[in-house]
Structures are given as structure tokens and as C-alpha cells.
């Protein structure tokens, strides 16, 4: 696989790092969490071979993107200005295909609230917009017991406190957030998935990255309240989706479920779990083409 190549980008308070390789129409891969471009490193020779000029980039005050401010709770407004700013560097004048994952799936979501202009087809892939939620008060206040366990014992047990309460017991009415399933439909053994070594360069970037995210990000991210309204006027664009695997992970798959029956699209589902797009890097990015129209 050819390497990408590399850019800078001066934008408001920040000059951002960001990844390009192939030709054609302009895809743009959004991170999520304490991820950075390297993230989608395992599906963008796929996509890009696809026919696509396939970008991603580091979040401001992530990896090798640089602050110009001081480091505070970060914005998702900011950061889909960002998104945007790429978007009209890297194709004037013509609109992008976008993903976003995570964090960046609601950063992708405001983006086609904001510049619906500037966006061809978005696949928002589980962004936990807690606020979209029948009931968001124990699932926000999980989000913030982790940032406490980091601010008093470090991100080892804040992750930690994370994985045990995003497995353990969630409310039982289910129903309002997530089709109606057969038990066949759900998923049973998972077998471990060996990173691909582009991902496997990332590690160590991302895990320096950790405290942003739980410190500046989890808790603001996810208490977003998206504009509904502009997004139901968008809608034609935007493909909501989800992972097989997070069908019992109400804060991650409901959601977009809910925001789905909102703005009357489709809930499409892909391979794997809330991290599909790396573990599983060429099936996620094949069920990618089969939506980007």
C-alpha cells in the first residue's frame, strides 16, 4: 500500500496534520475518540482504489496537529469548522463524501447541519449523542464518573471504569432506540482481531492522546444536542449507521437509532463492533461503497 501524503493546514487557533492519497471525488475520514488519521489507515488503499481521494487528519490538540490556544474542553463547532476548512482546501467547490466515527461522527454530524453544502453523502457511525436518548441521565453520568476517575487515579482505571460500565447493566427499554431483532440476528462469538500494523503505528499517539479525550472531550462530545431540524433537511445525504456488535450498547447504537426514525432514514448496519473501521478495516470499507452512491 502506498503511503499517503502528508500536509499542514493553518485554521483558527490550530494548524491541523492531515493524510491524502488516490484520486477522484474527495472522501473524508473523521476520527474519533483519541484517534488521529493513522486510525483509518487499515481501509484507505481499499478505498482509495475505489476511485476516491481518501483524507483524514488529526484532530485539533491530537497527535501532530498543533494548538495555538490553550488547551480547554474542546467544541465540536470548532472542530466541524475544521472538517469543513479541509474539505474547502482540499476541493473547492465541489462537495465530500464523509465518515465519521465516534466523536467524529457527531463532529460529521454537525458538519452537515452547518454546510450541508459542502457534503455529498455522510455516514455517521455510532455518535454517542446521549441527549437523543429516552433516558441520557445514567448513561451521562457514567461518561462523567470516568472523567473523575481520571482527574483521581489516571487513564488506566478511567478506561477501565469505561469498558465496565459500557458492558455492565443498562436500562431494559430498549425498544424506543433499536429495531426490533431475532435472536439469530445477534452476534456470538468474536473472535480477537490482530490490528493491522498501519493501526498498530498509531498506538502510542493515541494513547498520549488519551488525556484530551477524557479530560476535554468525552463528557462535551457526548452531552451535544444535534440540530435535528437541520439534519432532517439534509437528510437525503445522511446514511446513520451502527455496528452488529453494539446492539446491546444502548449509549453507542441507540442513538443513532433514535436519530434515524428522526429525521426518516434508515438505520444501515456494519460489520463489527464500535471500532469496526479498524478492526475490521476491509469489510467495513467495502459495506462503505455499497452506501456512498
Not at 70 to 91: F, K, M, T, Y
Request: proline share 10%.
Amino acid at each position: 500500500m502506498n503511503k499517503p501524503e502528508s500536509g499542514k493546514l493553518d485554521v483558527p487557533g490550530a494548524t491541523l496534520h492531515y493524510e491524502v492519497r488516490g484520486s477522484g471525488p474527495l472522501l473524508l475520514l473523521i476520527p474519533g475518540g483519541a484517534g488521529d488519521a493513522g486510525m483509518y489507515a487499515g481501509m484507505a488503499g481499499v478505498l482509495a482504489d475505489a476511485g476516491y481521494t481518501v483524507a483524514s487528519f488529526d484532530p485539533r490538540a491530537l497527535s501532530r496537529s498543533r494548538l495555538h490556544v490553550p488547551l480547554g474542553d474542546q467544541r465540536v463547532a470548532e472542530w466541524s469548522e475544521d472538517a469543513r476548512l479541509l474539505i474547502d482546501h482540499l476541493s473547492p467547490g465541489e462537495p465530500a463524501s464523509v465518515l465519521g466515527c465516534s466523536a467524529g461522527a457527531i463532529v460529521a454530524l454537525d458538519l452537515l447541519a452547518r454546510h450541508p453544502d459542502r457534503v455529498h453523502r455522510l455516514i455517521a457511525h455510532e455518535p454517542p449523542l446521549l441527549e437523543l436518548l429516552d433516558d441520557p441521565v445514567p448513561h451521562k453520568a457514567l461518561f462523567a464518573d470516568v472523567r473523575e476517575v481520571f482527574r483521581a487515579e489516571g487513564v488506566g482505571a478511567a478506561m477501565a471504569r469505561f469498558s465496565e460500565g459500557m458492558t455492565g447493566d443498562h436500562p431494559t427499554d430498549h425498544s424506543a432506540d433499536r429495531p426490533a431483532e431475532r435472536p439469530a440476528d445477534r452476534p456470538t462469538d468474536r473472535e480477537p482481531m490482530e490490528l493491522p500494523p498501519e493501526i498498530q503505528e498509531m498506538a502510542s499517539r493515541m494513547h498520549a492522546n488519551q488525556p484530551v479525550f477524557l479530560e476535554h472531550m468525552l463528557v462535551p462530545f457526548s452531552s451535544t444536542v444535534p440540530d435535528v431540524e437541520a439534519l432532517r433537511n439534509a437528510a437525503t445525504k445522511l446514511v446513520p449507521a451502527a455496528a452488529r456488535e453494539s446492539r446491546d450498547l444502548l449509549p453507542l447504537y441507540g442513538p443513532v437509532a433514535r436519530l434515524a426514525s428522526l429525521v426518516g432514514r434508515p438505520l444501515e448496519e456494519f460489520p463489527g463492533g464500535h471500532l469496526g473501521a479498524v478492526e475490521r478495516p476491509r469489510e467495513f470499507a467495502e459495506r462503505m461503497l455499497t452506501l456512498l452512491g
